[in-house]
């Protein structure tokens, strides 16, 4: 039996990230270089420039992750890589990279979904949560609320109609000159600012779909006609009708499947807000809240080394020629 020792490489977006994790989730090291300087400029993730930026990161970082966790190549039993979704561009550098070093090494290479592995981010710091689980997956393309009653079996109870949730972040603090990436900027404004304004909770009891865009709008729109209005409390009021929808919805979600427990996974599950609010609720209704460090909330590879290796147990090895899948969805129960 191997030790499972899996060297996970995640280029999907904007972060160029090696990590090596053993078969018990223990992370031996999570190197993540982020590009965010380069797109900054730009107001938001050019690809082109992101895909060259891979090119020139992955050898080094995948290098640092192995010289961090102690380990050399042989040392290795899988490798695992991002194959969707996300910038395809991204994507195939990532993929490319983990195929190369499986021939020349010799090792199997498995694909990992980029949203299981977000929704797998929970287990690296808690492994035995205990399901059935209800997930909130928050981050800059997706928005989605996930029963999980079976590790690698999800069922999808509602998602974004329109912007995610993270993307309604960046607009918004492109619309007030805060610069990208917004959401760590508008949260870090809130936590000064007064909830005086009460903005549009979208669907707030309507199902478990979600809808931003109108919220980003009303922003907007209050912001341009309310040109005085301290910024702090633009972004406290912004943030306060995101967290209610969220909380909201999470919460229905989490008492109506019978979950044991809650937990939100992605970028935007770094929000200081959301956590403290996930925490408050759980508490309120006795569930078990499981808030990842924020490391493990925006995109990293440890999150892809885990789920690569329950995927390889489940599932065996991906073939060498599977590509990247920019629009890969998230892997739903088969409904008999
Ligand atoms: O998961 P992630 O790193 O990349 C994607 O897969 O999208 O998420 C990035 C998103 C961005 O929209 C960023 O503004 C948002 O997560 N984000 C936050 C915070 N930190 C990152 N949003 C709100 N509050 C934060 N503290
Ligand atoms: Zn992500």
């Given at each position: 039996m191997t030790s499972g020792l899996t060297l996970g490489i995640e280029t999907s977006c904007d972060e160029t990230a090696a990590s090596v994790v053993t078969s018990?989730?223990?992370?031996?090291s999570s190197v993540v270089s982020s590009q965010v300087d380069l797109h900054a400029r730009y107001g938001g993730v050019v690809p082109e420039v992101a895909s060259r930026a891979h090119v020139g990161l992955i050898n080094p970082v995948i290098s640092q992750a192995l010289v961090e966790a102690g380990i050399e190549p042989k040392d290795i039993d899988l490798v695992a890589a991002?194959?969707?979704?996300?910038l395809v561009g991204s994507l195939l550098i990532g993929v490319s990279a983990a195929k190369a070093l499986s021939l020349v090494w010799g090792k199997p290479y498995v694909g990992v979904n980029h949203l299981e592995a977000h929704l797998y981010s929970c287990f690296l710091e808690e492994p035995d949560l205990e399901l059935p689980l209800v997930v909130l997956l928050v981050s800059g393309g997706h928005t989605i609320l996930v029963s999980m009653e079976k590790h690698l079996e999800y069922t999808i109870l509602g998602q974004t109609l329109d912007d995610a949730v993270g993307e309604a972040y960046d607009k918004v603090a492109r619309y007030l000159g805060l610069g990208y990436p917004g959401g760590p900027v508008v949260d870090q404004l809130a936590e000064t600012g007064e909830n005086k304004i009460t903005f549009p909770r979208p669907m707030l009891r309507d199902g478990y779909d979600f809808s931003f865009s109108g919220l980003k709008t009303a922003v907007i729109n209050y912001v341009r006609n309310n040109p005085d209005t301290p910024i702090e409390d633009i972004a406290t009021s912004f943030q306060e009708a995101v967290v209610e929808v969220l909380t909201t919805k999470a919460r229905k979600a989490a008492i109506e499947t019978k979950a044991k427990g809650l937990c939100i996974g992605g970028g935007v599950a770094a929000n200081s807000r959301l956590r403290e609010a996930i925490f408050d609720i759980c508490l309120e209704d006795g569930l078990h809240p499981f808030v990842p460090s924020r490391a493990y909330c925006t995109d990293n590879a440890a999150m892809v080394a885990a789920t690569g290796w329950r995927r390889f147990l489940q599932d065996g090895p991906t073939l060498l020629n599977t590509g990247a899948n920019p629009n890969l969805k998230l892997p739903e129960k088969a409904h008999l």
């Open positions: 018990d989730n223990v992370v031996l991002t194959n969707g979704p996300g």
